[in-house]
């Protein structure tokens, strides 16, 4: 096999790898949408927020402690202890219910029978808001996830790989924090897609995404289910705020991930859970691939910013519902 | 016929309002005994659907609101319950235009009707067996998508997803809507059995008066928002009014609608 083959090879896997990222985000989209109509513009600042409260937690900062000591003149940051990860990601998971719980009922729940455009709206409000939250938690410094996630590309896979290809060839340079991120992203998938085929509560959640009326008349609380499903939003944001995180310190660019899944949604559709999943490595691959074939060579490069929106565009005029887009079904 | 005459439901002249003005409902009053079947009729717009919203307590989301009277339900005042509190106590809507959960397999769709259940597994499994019984069709199509069944496996979906939550009271609108004669004829033997061999009791929305009276024990007809005639099925079934606007049949043939009628329902509001 020729080297650049095996290159354009490298190239892909890294596209993979990097739309599970994508799908992850457009995920937390997808639920809350299709149970409530919903587009959740908040969702990357979710992601922010829960990576910043994960940082925090861990670190043993007090939270809102410039307020505190503003207000009583004191000089506190720090509790002066660490907490272990495990612990301080369960305690996270906490929180991004209990913003689950407050979004539906100091917003949503006074919006029933709305507008979508007047729900988007609210959603957008409760990004900003967020986001100020977030920093009067934790500040606004940049900070470094310390989880221990591996670092730095893959020696194992480099080696195992190297005797691929002629001299040129030196193996496939893999990043294990990828290669970590897209186990946890697809254990993270299966659990969602098996919660929602095989259980109560999941099966709930589709009724609630099919009919609204019809899952009221059979008993099915609907403000329970969107706390559900901003909850399990909740926690995918946490998983592809810790993944970007790790990468590149939990900041304030942080939240602007959601760009990143937009092209993704125009792509798979806007309800289909596997429509994610698809659009984000079609995304990953592509725009990675089009950069090392065209992009560098021919366009000056830095086409990633761009590519994705430019093939979601071309894709939107021919398939409008995205390429999972659900199915209408049509009959009496 | 239902021996006891013990009063399950009672409506006690509601009036509702959609959208803060639209006055839909003037005072309507009703009583479903338990273990019959209680029809209420009437043509387009009379009120039926409203009046059973307005007992589940599914209009809040439709921007309606029930502004006077009052719901009661076993003596106890309902109309502020949540509709899952009130399938928790035994009533059950089963809505117009069947609207099963079209990505949802049928047997899905039956088991999100026992939702707010807690008696377990094998209670519900059984529930199911009985559901199967009951709509033999089901079982065949357990497995399909609702969406892609047809209007009658739709409308029996429906109403078997009802039963699973094994109420005490269904309230059943419209079912006849869109099927085919035999097919309604099916359906409510049905719901005959279910009300005979289950207990369950009915109050049933309906246009098609014809079959209506036929299966129901009672019923009440809604005209703009009120009831303008009540009593036995039998006696309903007989009386030239009915006879003639609801049932298409006439002794005298055919008079102008209007003068007729509001000639008739004078004389109903005199008397
Ligand atoms: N959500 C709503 N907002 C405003 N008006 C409504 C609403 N729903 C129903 N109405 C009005 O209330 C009246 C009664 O409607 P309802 O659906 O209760 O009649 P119905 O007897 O069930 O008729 P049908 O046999 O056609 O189903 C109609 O005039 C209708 O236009
Ligand atoms: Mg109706």
Redesign the interface.
């Known amino acids: 096999m020729s080297a650049d083959f095996l290159y354009g090879i490298e190239v892909v896997l890294n596209g993979l790898m990097a739309g599970v990222l994508y799908a992850l985000v457009a995920l937390g989209f997808v639920l809350i949408f299709k149970a409530s109509g919903i587009f959740n513009f908040a969702q990357g600042v979710m992601a922010l927020f829960a990576a910043l409260t994960l940082v925090g937690i861990m670190e043993g900062q007090v939270p809102f402690a410039h307020l505190i000591n503003a207000v009583f003149g004191t000089n506190i940051h720090h509790f002066g202890w660490q907490v272990p990860a495990i612990l301080a990601i369960f305690l996270t998971v906490l929180v991004m219910i209990a913003f689950a719980w407050a979004v539906q009922h100091f917003v949503f729940r006074h919006l029933v029978g709305q507008e979508p455009i007047i729900l988007f709206m609210a959603t957008i409000g409760l990004a900003y808001f967020l986001e100020g939250v977030g920093d009067l938690m934790w500040g606004s410094s940049i900070r470094t996830l310390a989880l221990g996630l591996p670092q730095g590309g893959s020696l194992w896979v480099e080696e195992m790989t190297n005797g691929l290809g002629g001299d040129d060839f030196y193996g496939f340079f893999i990043d294990k924090l990828d290669m970590v991120a897209t186990l946890v992203a697809l254990v993270l998938v299966a659990g969602l897609v098996a919660f929602a085929q095989y259980t109560k509560q999941g099966r709930a959640m589709r009724a609630v995404a099919d009919d609204h009326q019809a899952a009221l008349s059979v008993g099915i609380s609907l403000s329970y289910i969107w706390v559900l499903v901003w909850s399990l939003a909740g926690i995918v944001a946490l998983v592809a705020g810790v993944m970007w995180g790790a990468k590149s310190g939990v900041q304030f660019s942080l939240s602007l991930i959601a760009l990143k899944a937009l092209p993704v949604l125009m792509l798979g559709g806007f309800t289909s859970i596997p429509g994610a999943i698809v659009g984000g490595m079609i995304i990953g691959v592509g725009e990675k691939l089009f950069e090392y074939t065209i992009g560098a060579p021919y366009l000056g490069g830095a086409t990633e910013n761009w590519f994705a929106y430019m093939l979601a565009l071309v894709f939107l005029v021919f398939r409008p519902q995205g390429l999972f887009g659900e199915r209408i079904i049509e009959r009496v | 016929m239902p021996d006891s005459k013990e009063t399950l439901l009672e409506v006690n002249n509601i009036e509702v309002i959609y959208n803060h003005v639209i006055l839909v409902l003037k005072g309507v009053s009703l009583n479903v005994p338990k273990g019959g079947i209680t029809a209420l009729l009437g043509g387009n717009g009379a009120g039926k659907t409203t009046t059973l919203k307005a007992i ?1 307590n ?1 209009l809040h ?3 309606g609101e029930v502004t006077k009277g009052s719901v009661i339900y076993r003596g106890e005042p309902v109309h502020h319950l ?3 509190a ?3 106590k035994g009533v ?4 117009e235009g069947r ?6 397999t049928i047997e ?2 039956l ?3 026992a ?2 259940r807690r008696d377990g597994g094998a209670a519900v499994a059984a529930d199911l067996e009985m559901v199967y019984t009951y709509f033999p069709r089901l079982k065949e199509r357990r497995k399909s ?1 609702a ?2 069944t047809s ?1 009658g496996e739709q409308q029996m979906c429906a109403i078997g ?2 039963l699973m ?1 094994r109420p005490e009271t269904i309230l059943l609108d419209e079912p006849s809507m ?1 099927l085919a004669p035999q097919l309604v004829e099916e359906i409510f033997t049905i719901v005959k059995n279910l009300n005979e061999n289950e207990g369950v009791s009915f109050l049933l929305a309906e246009q098609n008066t014809n079959v209506a009276l036929r299966f129901a024990h009672q019923g009440y007809i809604l005209e703009s928002g009120r009831v303008v005639m009540e009593g036995p099925a039998a006696e309903l079934r007989e009386n030239p009014d009915v006879k003639e606007f609801y049932l298409g049949m006439s002794d005298e043939g055919r008079k102008s609608f209007r003068d007729v009628r509001s000639y008739r329902r004078r004389k109903r509001w005199l008397a």
């Not at chain 2, 609207?99 to 949802?104: A, D, K, M, R």
């Open positions: 589940s599914l989301s439709e921007r949540s509709p899952e009130l399938v928790k059950v809507q089963v809505m609207h099963c959960f079209e990505h949802l899905e769709n088991l999100t009707g939702y707010t998508q969406g892609y209007g997803r009802a939550s869109g």
